[in-house]
């Protein structure tokens, strides 16, 4: 595997360059997915009459892998955090569902997607959201203060998985739930693949098995754990939406 360091600017200059041209998808501009795989990481899978409410800008920025608001079931009031919140559509989709009582943080390292994403928050009109800058591996919100974490495509990135499950857990009142859409591999990922930048910045080198996910998840303290495939998103490779909560009395 390559430097941790390395990757993480793979990664960054990768959608760096997707928050430019907004709407780039995961693998597209490199090598792994085929551009004509491009939707089936996820665009598809939002309700079309959701969608036609967002600024078009905001749904050409989608990169996701499926629909972790959809999920996540908001209510009223609730209070959201989304790791790694690209062009913010799951932002503002949940901005909307947890109304003006209700907040919805984005946090994202790319400043080119936090421009986009208050660019498309702005033309929204939405005040109930707020954009952080920083790393889904330290999460700068304080202790027990989000009811739900959700996720789009993006843990897969992160070279420390065990420390953004920490945080996730950290933030979320006991209780709270994390509702994440992430890609997994169906097996092992090939070393030739696991070295590859690209494909790190694809969504897929970094990919855990289903196991390792639901291992990392219990690591962090996290309990009733599902994990439930979407869909295939490249050979060997699958879409899932992962379940989880912070136990009440923890
Ligand atoms: C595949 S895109 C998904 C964006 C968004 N969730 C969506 O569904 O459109 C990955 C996003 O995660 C961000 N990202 C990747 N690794 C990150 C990390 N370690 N910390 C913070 N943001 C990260 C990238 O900047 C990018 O905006």
Redesign the pocket.
Known sequence: MPDAEAI?DA??EH?AAAARAAGSC?GRGGSVVDPGEADVF?RVIYDPAELEALPAEAVA????CANPVALAELAPGEVVL?L????G??VLLSARRVGPAGHAYG????DE?LALAEANRAEAGVDNVTFLR????DVPLPDESVDVVI????IN??TDKGAVFAGSHRVLRPGGRLCVADVVADGEVAPERAADLDAWAA?LAGALSRRAYAAALEAAGFGEISITDSHPVADGFTSVLVRARRPALS
């Not at 946090?107 to 790319?110: E, H, I, K, Q, Y």
């Open positions: 993480l990664v960054r959608y995961c996820g920025a989608s990169i996701g989304d790694g919140s690209g062009g559509i799951d946090l994202d390292m790319t997607m920083g790393r889904i591996e996720s789009n495509c993006v990135l992160s969504c």
